[in-house]
């Protein structure tokens, strides 16, 4: 059962048509040379037709038969319904991050058996990604890095993620990376003034160092790591994006390479170091010029404290250092890492 309507009425008809509640949406609306044809639900009653002949006086009542309308895969999770038991779809991550070509999922211990289905069905709804990875652990380690293992795709941890118009050679089984600061590596960027030197203390692959150098004519970063796989990548990030000029990668120790190499060379220091950025506030206050300058301090903040405490530690630490905090001039939480578990920033002046 359909409206049959010459096309040039087609709109209206479909409008009057909606207006009415009798169009059948899960049949497609078909089309031929001069006619469209509008499914309908039901037929309608003499009213109605009345109505649509009032506004439509070509319109008409007809059978047709229609193919039925492609339901549209929005998510992951629905093309799994038919896959998992119903009591375990709750357990499906909600969250996956994509680094480049990667996804990464968290699979909770009563899906592990379902692993490769999962991974599967996030290739399939997202077309970009060439792997699927799953969290084998916790962040552990000197370098901060975590296992993982491959779900579904090629097999691989390498790939080139793109991030404000730079791009990042990457191996997440190697070095630290997470696509959830990107607003925040823009966010620091936007604040460095032109002429400024910046000392990144735990650099990474780059992320803050060659926005910055992107985005500035007239900037020099110091970029320091001590994993020479980061240190490695950010070479290649350096001359991938072209900032071989103003980025300096040093591998190294943060605290011996401020002593013997950039002792009172920064305006602006980066901690990027969350879980012992506060045993290098000194470290910070030794990179800075005599003058004083700008801290981006990162931390983590639990239940038992507040964004007020880790105020508190770094005025503290930083004044234990011989230097004084004139101003905090910004705090946020920046994402959240574990139940009840949140990074956070604080952007200081210190002199």
């Known amino acids: 059962m359909c409206i049959k309507v010459p096309k040039v009425h087609g709109e209206k008809a479909i409008i009057s048509a909606k207006k009415l509640k009798i169009v059948n949406r899960e049949l497609e609306i078909q089309r031929d040379k001069d006619f469209i044809y ?26 047709y ?32 991050d994509f680094v480049g070509d990667i996804a990464i999922a968290e699979i909770p211990p009563e899906l592990d058996v379902y692993k490769n289905v999962i991974g599967e069905t996030i290739l399939k709804t997202h077309k970009n990604v060439q792997t699927v990875l799953a969290k084998a652990g916790a962040i ?19 790939t080139v993620h793109k991030e404000y118009d730079c791009k990042y050679y990457v191996d997440i089984a190697k070095v630290y990376f997470s696509p959830r600061l990107s607003y925040e590596h823009n966010r620091v960027a936007s604040l460095v003034q032109e002429g400024e030197t910046v000392v990144d203390l735990f650099a990474g692959v780059g992320p803050f160092a060659i926005l910055i150098a992107k985005t500035h004519e007239n900037v020099k970063v110091y970029a320091v790591d001590m994993n020479p796989h980061a240190i490695e990548f950010l070479k290649k990030n350096v001359r991938l994006n072209r900032v071989m000029e103003k980025v300096h990668p ?20 980066i901690m990027n170091l969350p879980e012992k950025a506060i045993d290098f506030v000194d470290v910070a206050c030794e990179a800075m010029k005599p003058t004083g300058g700008i801290v981006h301090f990162y931390s983590f903040v639990d239940a038992s404290s507040t964004l007020e405490d880790a105020k508190l530690r770094f005025v503290d630490a930083v004044e234990k250092s011989g230097r004084s905090v004139n101003k905090i001039l910004f705090s946020r939480f920046v994402r959240a890492t574990a139940p009840y578990e949140w990074q956070a920033v604080l952007d200081t002046k210190i002199y």
């Open 140 to 158: 552990s380690g000197t370098y901060r890095i975590r296992k993982f293992n491959i779900i579904a795709g090629e097999h691989k941890t390498e």
């Open 38 to 63: 509008i499914p309908l639900v039901r037929q309608p009653d003499i009213k109605e037709i009345e109505i649509l002949k009032e506004q439509i006086p070509d319109c008409e009542v007809s059978a």
């Open 250 to 269: 040093i591998l190294g120790n943060a605290r011996k390479v401020v002593k013997e190499r950039l002792s009172g060379v920064a305006d602006r220091v």
């Open 65 to 96: 038969t229609f193919p039925e309308r492609k339901k549209k895969i929005t998510t992951f999770v629905e093309l799994l319904e038919d896959k998992l038991p119903p009591h375990l779809l709750a357990g499906l991550p909600r969250a996956i």
